[in-house]
């Protein structure tokens, strides 16, 4: 794999959507990407497992999603055993050096970020570029760990220039807010999940294929 810059962008995706597409195809503008990588999670550990698809429909979702754009859909924590993000940024970073990731995140996860298991080394670990959200920017901006990550903030320019990346540090990005949720789809369409192949999806990073008898 060639040396490049890569957002990563992770989540349950039950289900992917454009508004997913819309962030990612707006930071790979915003930050000089080559590409984005969907990491979709086996199991989110701050997410209840009812209502949750199993991997491989939210596998299918996710790459009928992003479809014709420069986005890899992976179930790669599966793969290599990882359940939090700390551990999953700190084995992306060993498996492929050649690489500069940089973590995609909503505000709302930004709210929450300080519950996540070793969030100060997550942003030791790689640049975050938060993407606005609506609803979110006020509890968000306020929250505890934006308090210890705002002394990093870094304009987003920064990270598009050619060079090596350092960490921590922050970009905010603003651009016209997406309303859409996966929870409000769900909600509307609840056996959206029955829709999805019942075959087996190959994995866009380890090539593996994700089995739907597989479980989640």
């Given amino acids: 794999m060639k040396a490049q810059r ?3 962008l992770g989540g349950s995706f039950n289900p992917a959507h454009g508004g997913h597409r819309r962030i990612s195809l707006f930071a790979l503008e915003a930050l000089g990407l080559d590409e984005v990588w969907w990491l979709v999670s086996p199991g989110n ?3 209840p497992r009812a209502g949750m698809a199993p991997l491989a429909k939210r596998m299918h979702a996710a790459v009928r999603a992003a479809r014709r754009a420069p986005i890899r859909v992976t179930a790669i924590e599966q793969a290599m055993g990882t359940r939090f993000t700390v551990d999953t940024l700190a084995a992306l970073r060993r498996r492929y050096p050649r690489q500069q ?3 995609l995140m909503g505000a709302d ?3 929450q970020f300080h519950l996540w298991r070793d969030w100060r080394r997550i942003a030791r670990t ?3 570029a938060i993407i606005a959200r609506p609803g979110y920017d006020a509890s968000a901006f306020a929250s505890p760990a934006m308090a210890w990550l705002r002394r990093f903030r870094v304009p987003p320019t920064s990270l598009s220039r ?3 990346w350092s960490s921590p ?8 807010p997406d309303s859409r949720s996966a929870t409000d789809i769900r909600r509307a369409d609840p056996e959206w999940a029955m829709r999805m192949s019942d075959q087996s999806v190959r994995d866009s990073i380890t090539r593996q294929l994700i089995d739907v008898s597989g479980g989640r």
């Fill in 162 to 164: 050619p060079g090596k």
């Fill in 109 to 111: 996860n930004l709210a």
């Fill in 126 to 128: 790689m640049p975050i």
């Fill in 45 to 47: 550990p701050l997410k």
């Fill in 169 to 176: 540090a922050l970009a905010i990005l603003r651009f016209d």
């Fill in 6 to 8: 890569i957002g990563l």
């Fill in 101 to 103: 990731f940089v973590w």
